[in-house]
């Protein structure tokens, strides 16, 4: 989980991994400091915060599409065309 603090709003990006790996889902989100989390607890800590806990968030993903999850590791290719290409 990535977080971002400017001014009196936080900004939090998390890579969610699949329960049967091999792909994941990034999660976005934004709060500001003077509305109360989703679920009305105040805020304490800032690097405690999840995205799940603010008002605004979203999966990345296209317009038309529900949840998008990304594959990777060795079952995932498509991108490099083969495996070797990975790092």
Do not use: M
Not at 41 to 57: A, G, M, N, Q, V
Not at 73 to 82: A, I, Q
């Amino acid at each position: 989980t990535f977080r971002r603090v400017n001014g009196d709003r936080i900004d939090i990006l998390n890579v969610q991994g699949s329960q049967s790996g091999g792909k994941c889902c990034v999660n976005v989100a934004t709060h500001f400091f003077f509305l109360p989390t989703d679920g009305g607890s105040e805020i304490t800590d800032p690097k405690k915060l999840k995205e799940y806990h603010c008002t605004f968030r979203d999966r990345l993903r296209e317009a038309t599409e529900g949840d998008h999850w990304w594959g990777y590791g060795e079952r995932w290719t498509p991108l490099f065309g083969h495996n070797s290409a990975l790092p």
